[in-house]
């Protein structure tokens, strides 16, 4: 079973391999604002799990069901970045907010919210009548964060 940690370092592998083509310690320490020595820590407790293979001085690999756990929590991530600019949050209070929500939604309830988030990019109308609703203007999504879009 994995920590909400696990799943913020394994989301932070797949962002830097997607953007960079690897992940390095000193890379997930310098992203995650975290010693290099608790990256080593997490990422011997991944590999023990199959979620990355390491060797030391040579770098981390995601294995397949960690590259699919990493898509998953970057995709759930997405989601909930685009569920609140649609509810007209600020951008910096998205950021914190995602933060605290993401490891304690369940799978049924991240699908749900996946579903409403795909309804309103369906029908900007609806958005735009919530919007008027609850007065506060939409906010346009930003480009790429659509967790759909992801196709690795």
């Not at 940690?5 to 975290?34: H, N, P, Q």
């Not at 820590?41 to 690999?61: A, C, F, N, P």
């Amino acid at each position: 079973m994995l920590t909400p940690s696990m799943e913020d370092y394994l989301e932070k592998i797949y962002e830097l391999m997607k953007d960079k083509g690897y992940a390095r310690v000193s890379d997930i320490a310098t992203s995650l604002a975290v010693q290099p020595s608790s990256v080593t820590k997490m990422i011997q407790k991944l590999d023990e799990q199959e979620y990355v293979t390491y060797e030391k001085y040579r770098g981390i690999i995601l294995t397949k069901s960690g590259e699919q756990m990493g898509r998953a929590m970057k995709q759930r991530h997405s989601m909930l970045e685009e569920l609140l600019r649609m509810l007209g949050i600020a951008e910096e209070t998205i950021q914190v907010d995602v933060e605290g929500i993401e490891h304690h939604v369940s799978p049924q309830t991240v699908k749900a919210l996946t579903n409403l988030v795909d309804f309103f990019q369906c029908h900007p109308e609806y958005l735009t009548a919530f919007a008027h609703h609850n007065h506060k203007p939409p906010q346009p999504a930003k480009p790429d964060t659509d967790p759909s879009n992801d196709q690795t």
